[in-house]
């Protein structure tokens, strides 16, 4: 009879409510981070797990009652905040939105939800092919058996875990029948359920290894030793009670609510529309292209859609028919192209073979591996493509490959990578796999399967032929099914111009800085090397004299012990274990607490700087060149600027003494040639005065005044030109603070002041900025009205992908239109220098809002004035962008 789902709606309206950010509501006022929170989490469902006219679905929720479990326990739930108002507010709205989305509300007097599900379950459970509990709530994980499991939100709202009994056990260490023993004797603070005083998650779990339930460990109580039984025999009747309350019950009269009929699910009501309106959810009336629901049946099934799921046919070809491939690709205006190579090092990768489609469930493998001719039949692909629209799947590889190699492949039009980017940065997973599975609905062979238990010591070109043509195949099929799918979503959301005029040309320039590589000099991080040990030694001995005892600072476990346990300082955080955290913002946090807290984090700084640099780049260089070949990451940040790794140049602190040392081994690799270092400076404020139209800040950087000073005049009260230097540091501080969305205890904390005088200067800089608040109102209605946050390009980040709390989730969606917009225009500039620098002079790093060129010294004059007007002139904005440049040896700012 299909599946049944039933879902914790007071449980899952609760979390929504916390999850999202307060400050959703509509334009009338009404709170909407509850109903909005509900609605993903539905849609979600409805779309990924029920079948219309199939499956069967009930949302239950509370009813502000009193339960036998309250007098049981009077303080049973007792501890429990008062209800918000404006989560109240919101329930009248949640029942209507559940019942237009055409799913069966049940509210019960005297029964909790919890109780009504357990009922629904036991009565009913045989009537269905599965039972599906959606919650959060571990009390339920004690129904898990035969064909009842628990979808679970978890990171959030709307990421699903579906749990059977082995995932119950592995998260709770017991199995679902013994989860009520487990709640009894460990109590639940949630629910102000008691349990036993001083036993906790580990002890319960133990005690239910050895013992059936807690009737049986109480019937063994005098095999149990030492304070353990102690506290089980105080705690005996608390154990019980506890039971009881956590126990479900299964006598709720649900013959009152539940009809067969009236819950299979058929599809939205015609309300919907109408609902979604009024809340003003247009992303989701968007994205479920409701335009007259009365009709939306029948519109769905005149759609039809492609299904990406199956499987697709793969043809070799080899140097012997090649040419018949080639008459193949010449017909067809969009190509998708993907190289096979024998190594992830361009430098290194030899070609295997190349894989092509033309269009979906059709690939093509051109093997070549070790063929005489591999290259120069390369060429003569690459000519024949450099004429067609090339897409393919993180296309900087094939490029760089080609690089290496004398070839260039001109003509890219998508990659599927970056467009899975471009509609959700806030993901990690843009690798095809997961791609594919997302957007397809397709299983892909992973690479580790065709290599099988040999995938160290082989290459693709090492195995089955027949195995490679499949794999390869479909590598260049499923991208052009991803091209086929997420075009018209990119089309959808005017993301398409981003992609063709920022993301595509910048596949070419990082490519190339990638290629170009960094010169490190070698002996000076030899040198470093020798003074971070005698530093790292003498500040261990330091601390082994305030301490008394040797330690070691790399155990968090043996740190811990010293601070909260020898020297009895109060931890701020703990973690999942429950100890206390010693991680740097822990760590930061007790700096005034004791003398060697600040010795750990000066130790931990060293260590940090020792591994990822000093010792980690000598590594890192390259055999053929010389030089370190950083990785650049085109989809590693939500916001749009790029990330780097191996090593990781975004994360040095450059403008620390020790991280300004490390940057200096960065030379140039002949003795005639120089480093050129241009910096954008303050562009995330031009930007903000830009964005905000602020008469204020764009008289200011029209003028060329110091902003900073400015804004110490404003907070401080005082003149200009009585502003000194720590006055001009706090507006600096403030300044920046204020750009990325700082809260009052935000800023207090970053100026080391109290959180009411971070409040006056927040009004003072408003009052002197008065457009910057507007603007910052304007970003967080923008975002709760549409969905999302936009720069000036147009890229997006979409606020329900983030995964955050409130507090951050503010931050980020007044900061993101700044950030992002910076990282465009740096982008843009990059393309322009790629296209006007000379031949000589080389793009080879790029860090935040620096570029560096390597170049010959005799090209000094000319290449400041190109790198100058490319980046102060790449767009137009109310302000003027200024570029700093320094020249040298090495690199400097």
């Known amino acids: 009879m299909g599946n049944l789902y039933l879902i914790d709606g007071s449980g899952i309206a609760y979390r929504a409510f916390f999850a999202l950010g307060d400050w959703m509501s509509t334009s009338s006022g009404l709170p909407t981070n509850a109903i909005y929170g509900v609605t993903r989490m539905l849609l979600k469902l409805l779309k990924e797990y029920v079948r219309n006219g199939e499956d069967s679905v009930i949302f239950v929720m509370d009813k502000k009652t009193t339960t036998y479990r309250n007098e049981l326990l009077e303080t049973y739930k007792a501890q429990r905040p008062k209800t918000p108002e404006n989560y109240i507010e919101q329930i009248p709205y949640i029942y209507k939105l559940i019942e237009s989305l055409g799913v069966k509300l049940v509210v019960m007097d005297n029964y909790e939800a919890d109780d009504v599900i357990a009922t629904i379950v036991k009565k009913k459970k045989e009537k269905y092919d599965n039972v599906y509990i959606i919650t959060s709530d571990k009390d339920m994980m004690q129904l898990v058996k035969d064909n009842v499991y628990i979808l679970r939100p978890e990171k959030g709202i709307t990421e699903i875990v579906k749990y059977d009994a082995k995932e119950v056990e592995n998260k709770m260490g017991v199995p679902p029948e013994k989860i009520v023993d487990l709640l009894a004797l460990m109590g639940d603070s949630a629910d102000n359920i008691p349990g036993v005083k001083g036993v906790g998650i580990k002890t319960a779990q133990q005690l239910l290894k050895e013992y059936t339930s807690i009737e049986d460990v109480f019937r063994n109580i005098d095999k149990i030793k030492g304070s353990l039984q102690k506290k089980l025999k105080e705690g005996e009747d608390f154990a019980y009670l506890s039971k009881k309350l956590v126990q479900l019950m299964t006598d709720a009269p649900i013959e009152q609510i539940y009809n067969d009929e009236e819950i299979v699910y058929k599809g939205f009501m015609n309300e919907l529309k109408d609902l979604l309106k009024e809340l003003e959810f247009s992303s989701i009336l968007k994205e479920l292209d409701i335009t007259d629901t009365s009709t939306k049946k029948e519109e769905i099934k005149s759609k039809k859609k492609m299904d990406y799921s199956y499987k697709g046919k793969y043809n070799q070809y080899t140097s012997e028919n090649y040419k018949e491939l080639f008459e193949i690709i010449e017909k067809n205006e969009i190509v998708s192209f993907d190289l096979e190579t024998s190594s992830l090092d361009p430098y290194q990768a030899d070609l295997v073979g190349i894989a092509l489609s033309v269009k979906p469930f059709e690939g093509y493998f051109l093997y070549l591996y070790k063929d005489p001719k591999r290259w120069e039949i390369t060429s003569e692909l690459i000519h024949i493509l450099n004429k067609k629209k090339i897409i393919g799947q993180n296309l900087k590889y094939d490029i760089s490959v080609l690089k290496v190699n004398g070839l260039e492949l001109k003509s890219v039009f998508f990659d599927s990578m970056i467009a899975a980017y471009l509609l959700n940065p806030d993901s990690r997973r843009f690798n095809m796999d997961d791609l594919a599975k997302e957007y397809l609905n397709y299983r892909t062979t992973k690479y580790k399967e065709v290599m099988g238990k040999d995938i160290k010591l082989l290459t693709l070109g090492d195995i089955d032929k027949q195995k490679v043509v499949e794999y390869a195949g479909e590598d260049a099929d499923i991208a052009y099914r991803l091209f086929e799918v997420l075009k018209p979503k990119l089309e959808e959301f005017k993301l398409s111009e981003l992609l063709s005029k920022i993301e595509i040309p910048t596949i070419n320039v990082l490519s190339e800085m990638e290629m170009n590589g960094v010169f490190f000099d070698l002996e000076e991080l030899k040198t470093l090397e020798g003074e971070y040990n005698i530093k790292l030694d003498s500040l261990m001995l330091e601390m082994k004299n305030i301490s008394g005892y040797e330690f070691n600072p790399n155990s968090p476990k043996q740190v811990g012990e010293l601070l909260f346990e020898q020297l009895g300082l109060k931890g701020k955080r703990k973690t999942k274990s429950g100890s206390y955290s010693t991680d740097a913002d822990s760590l930061e946090a007790l700096r005034d607490e004791h003398p060697i807290v600040e010795k750990l984090l000066e130790y931990r700084k060293y260590q940090k700087l020792l591994s990822t640099y000093i010792l980690a780049i000598p590594k890192l260089v390259n055999k053929k060149t010389g030089r370190v070949h950083t990785s650049f990451n085109q989809t590693g940040t939500a916001t749009g600027r790029l990330s780097s790794s191996d090593p990781n140049l975004q994360n040095l602190p450059i403008r620390e003494e020790e991280g300004e040392r490390i940057r200096r081994t960065v030379k140039a690799q002949k003795s005639e040639y120089v ?32 902003v900073h000073a400015l804004t110490a005049a404003a907070i401080f009260g005082v003149k200009l030109e009585e502003v000194n230097y720590n ?25 080391s002041i109290s959180v009411e005088d971070a409040k006056h200067f927040m009004e003072r800089y408003f009052e002197t900025y008065k457009n910057v608040q507007k603007f910052q109102d304007e970003c967080l209605k923008n975002a709760q009205k549409e969905g999302y946050v936009e720069t000036i390009f147009g890229r997006k980040r979409f606020i329900k992908s983030i995964k955050t709390g409130k507090s951050e989730l503010k931050r980020i969606t007044i900061n993101t239109p700044i950030q992002g917009s910076a990282a465009d225009i740096m982008k843009l500039a990059m393309i322009k220098l790629y296209q006007e620098l000379p031949k000589q002079a080389k793009l080879i790093l790029q860090v935040h809002d620096e570029v560096v060129v390597e170049l010959p010294e005799s090209l000094e004059e000319k290449v400041k004035t190109i790198v100058k007007d490319s980046m102060e002139n790449v767009v137009s904005l109310d302000v003027p962008l200024k570029v700093d440049i320094n020249v040298g040896r090495r690199w400097q700012k």
């Open 675 to 706: 480093l050129l270092s241009a910096d954008y400076s303050q562009i995330e404020l031009r930007v903000l005065a830009h964005l905000a139209k602020d008469e204020t800040l764009i008289k200011a950087f029209k003028n060329n005044e110091d």
């Open 727 to 751: 006055m001009r540091r706090a507006g600096k501080v403030v300044n920046f603070s204020l750009v990325y969305g700082s809260s009052p205890y935000g800023l207090a904390k970053n100026l």
